[in-house]
């Protein structure tokens, strides 16, 4: 059997058997597809030709190409994962995954913004824009719940409480997580509900809350576009993501004193040690803790 036909089994069994999210799927299905046109090109069709040094040279190649160390780790995650699954099926008899080694990766500090610069960020849209009530809310949504711009692309009306305030979302591996919702974003998304999504709706739109002009569901790369474009025009374009503002929502969260633990559950980390490079990026906070505990400060 090809290659590539056990390449589309292993991306099914991700997807069914370990549960991964769509967007991780798709990743680790282009690297797996650009390790296996690497195969091609050295005339390796079959599980049994396989041997560390063939993924060795794969990842000097993807050096040599100037790849960045994380799109180099990524990938060897990718090739490591599809051996042990082929081991796991009877495939090849020996996984020598394990003693595969890629580059070591220093954890990059994220951006964040100012309470000001969000502020000034969210007050970007015009009300004279047709879109502003969704673009609104969009905006709302991502600073006040931290969640990810696919998590925001598939909420539903029935996600949201706005009464209560809060939020249900599906984080990766389609892990569900409740998070809160200010006054002031369930404010937003009222508005929208009310005076602009009736007039996008369409048969087809289902019950997703953000509509696009043709009355769709918006996609997680419109969401991004989106905010890339008020980013701009808040003369904020350089580097400012939706994760700007994920990582924004979690360090203010921590300025303003709340524990990790409740950081973590609101972001969805399975690990803290995720959420634990918070507390290197709000250096204030952690000035002032040594000002005030260390006997000399």
Same mark, same amino acid.
């Given at each position: ?7 589309? *089994?292993? $991306?099914?069994?991700?997807a069914v058997e370990a549960g991964l ?31 560390? =040094? ?21 990938? $060897?995650?990718? =090739? ?14 020996? *996984? ?14 994220? /951006? ?46 029935? *996600? ?29 998304? #009222?508005?929208?509900l009310n005076k602009l999504r009736p ?16 009355? /769709? ?9 989106? =905010? ?9 374009? *350089?580097?400012?993501? =939706? #994760?700007?503002?994920? #990582?924004?929502?979690?360090?203010? $969260? ?6 990790? /633990? ?6 969805? #980390? ?25 006997? /000399?400060?």
């Amino acid at each position: 059997m090809p290659l590539g036909k056990h390449a589309g *089994d292993f $991306l099914t069994f991700l997807a069914v058997e370990a549960g991964l999210s769509e967007n991780t799927i798709l990743a680790y299905g282009r690297d797996l597809k650009a390790f296996l046109e690497f195969c091609d090109s050295e005339h390796l069709g079959k599980f049994e030709q396989f041997k560390p =040094v063939i993924v060795q040279n794969y990842l000097h190649k993807l050096a040599k190409e100037q790849k960045s160390e994380a799109s180099v780790k990524r990938a $060897l995650v990718a =090739v490591r994962m599809f051996l042990s699954y082929a081991k796991m099926g009877g495939l090849i008899e020996d *996984d020598f995954s394990a003693v595969l080694e890629g580059p070591k990766v220093w954890q990059k500090l994220p /951006r964040v913004c100012s309470e000001q610069q969000v502020l000034k960020l969210l007050n970007t849209p015009s009300p004279q824009e047709p879109f502003y009530f969704r673009d609104k809310a969009i905006l709302e949504l991502l600073y006040a719940c931290g969640i990810r711009a696919g998590e925001l692309a598939n909420l539903k009306l029935a *996600d949201l409480n706005l009464d209560i305030g809060y939020l249900r979302c599906f984080g990766k591996g389609n892990k569900e997580r409740v998070v809160p919702l200010g006054k002031i974003a369930a404010g937003a998304v #009222h508005e929208y509900l009310n005076k602009l999504r009736p007039k996008l709706a369409k048969p087809f739109s289902r019950d997703f809350l953000l509509l696009s002009r043709t009355g /769709r569901a918006l996609s997680r790369i419109e969401i991004w576009r989106i =905010v890339k474009k008020y980013a701009s025009r808040a003369g904020m374009s *350089d580097g400012l993501t =939706v #994760h700007t503002l994920r #990582h924004s929502f979690a360090t203010h $969260l921590l300025s303003g004193g709340a524990d990790l /633990r409740s950081i973590q559950e609101m972001l969805g #980390h399975v690990d803290i040690a995720t959420t634990q490079i918070y507390t290197h990026v709000d250096q204030k906070r952690l000035r002032q803790i040594h000002k005030k505990y260390h006997p /000399r400060p």
